[in-house]
């Protein structure tokens, strides 16, 4: 699956994208800014993205998903204040609040990637917060 990364903190997209590529994914581009993102979409078509809601130049998260839900691209805010996404959750699948442990991020990544491809699994692992 190729997938983008929106975050702004650089620790923490390297450790996301290397986590990603170690499941066999492919990372398309990693982002820090709203501006970023939505090149980055236009440019690759990613097929599914991690989001955190705050970023260099504000709470554009929210934008940025809300611009991926119009255009079919699934997503997953990751950030460390849950009550910041809209009840809505702006299209997202869900949720994971960081801190996370990358066995918590294996884990989503695996149900995330099975979902993505049409298939119902079973229980979403701890860490993931569902939309309803």
């Known amino acids: 699956m190729k997938i983008m990364i929106v975050e702004d903190e650089a620790l923490l997209a390297l450790e996301l994208e290397m986590e990603v590529e170690a499941a066999g994914h492919e990372v398309v581009g990693t982002a820090a800014s709203r501006c ?4 980055i979409v236009d ?26 839900a119009s255009t079919g691209i699934p997503f997953v805010f990751v950030t460390g204040n849950v009550k910041r996404i809209p009840d809505d959750f702006a299209g997202a699948i869900g949720a994971i609040e960081k801190p996370y442990t990358m066995n918590g991020l294996q884990n989503a990544l695996t149900y995330l990637t099975a979902r993505v491809s049409g ?8 860490g993931l917060i569902l939309a309803e």
């Not at 298939?119 to 701890?126: D, E």
């Open 36 to 39: 970023a993102a939505l090149e």
């Open 119 to 126: 298939l119902q699994p079973s229980t979403p692992p701890p």
């Open 43 to 68: 440019q690759t078509g990613p097929q599914f993205a991690f989001v955190d809601v705050h970023l260099s130049d504000g709470p554009s998260g929210i934008d940025i998903g809300r611009h991926l």
